[in-house]
């Protein structure tokens, strides 16, 4: 997959590609990940990107002609069927689904946006979708955009190794994470679950996926709701509601 990110702050998008998962994706040719900034594009001496917006307020609004150059020259360069995506709060969520769609294009081009926006006409005419990470506003598009291609990269073919996509594939249906340990056995007279250490790694699925499903319960029921439960799921989710109830 090839994604290009049009910012203000490219060091900000090659510092973070180069670390972990992500870092190990780019150096092995699984995704390449370019960033360019519309200062490149700007036609004058000063290289203006911003200017004032019309009807006054606060802030500067990133200007169409830099950016849409920017635009335009990337995916330009990227495979027929690339999408255009902006960075906004006002956009639709990016949720796994969102993700396993982004996945399968050939290429992205992410344009992050800065000071109090972008113009207008550039989304109406350069941008084919706009990705929400939350309900928040933040101070540009570059993180959002990071956690994009975090989430996608994840979802390549080979990017992760055999356990780690089984621990994602097990995350990605829909739960939430089961808890995790690691040594000392006991600490502050806190112990690791008897279920872990025993080594039986049936009691240890099942004790897993019931934790998911518990805790899915208390803190996302949304997510439960949209789910539809398996005959042992059904089972293991009553068995900790019983639990629960002491
Ligand atoms: C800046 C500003 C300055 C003065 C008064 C009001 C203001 N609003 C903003 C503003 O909303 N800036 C945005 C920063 C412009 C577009 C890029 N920025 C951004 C993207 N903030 N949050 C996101 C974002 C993107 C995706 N998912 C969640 C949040």
Redesign the pocket.
């Known amino acids: 997959m090839q994604v290009t990110v049009i910012t203000l702050f490219p060091e900000l998008i090659r510092s973070v590609i180069q670390i972990g998962v992500l870092g190990r994706a780019v150096e092995r040719g699984q995704v390449q990940v370019e960033a360019v900034s519309p200062r490149e594009f700007a036609s004058d001496a000063r290289r203006t990107v911003d200017d004032r917006p019309f009807g006054g307020?606060?802030?500067m609004v990133m200007k169409v002609e830099p950016t849409r150059s920017a635009v335009r020259a990337a995916i330009a360069d990227l495979p027929v069927g690339s999408r255009r995506i902006y960075?906004?709060?006002d956009?639709v969520p990016?949720t796994q689904a969102k993700v396993a769609e982004l996945a399968a294009l050939p290429g992205m081009v992410l344009l992050?946006?800065?000071?109090?926006?972008?113009d207008e006409r550039l989304l109406s005419t350069e941008v084919d979708e706009t990705?929400?990470?939350?309900?928040?506003?933040?101070?540009?598009?570059e993180l959002?955009a990071l956690v994009l291609i975090d989430a996608v990269v994840r979802t390549l073919p080979g990017v992760l190794g055999d356990e780690e996509s089984a621990l994602q594939d097990s995350f990605m249906t829909g739960l939430l994470d089961w808890p995790h340990y690691t040594r000392p056995e006991e600490l502050d007279a806190l112990k690791v679950p008897d279920v872990l250490i025993g080594g039986n790694h049936e009691a240890i699925r099942r004790w897993r996926l019931k934790q998911a499903l518990g805790r899915t319960w208390l803190r996302r029921p949304d997510l439960l709701a949209a789910k539809t439960l398996n005959a042992e799921e059904q089972t293991l989710l009553a068995e900790f509601k019983s639990e629960q109830a002491g």
């Open positions: 307020g606060p802030g960075l906004g709060a956009g990016l992050a946006g800065r000071y109090e926006g972008v990705i929400s990470i939350g309900d928040y506003v933040l101070s540009g598009g959002p």
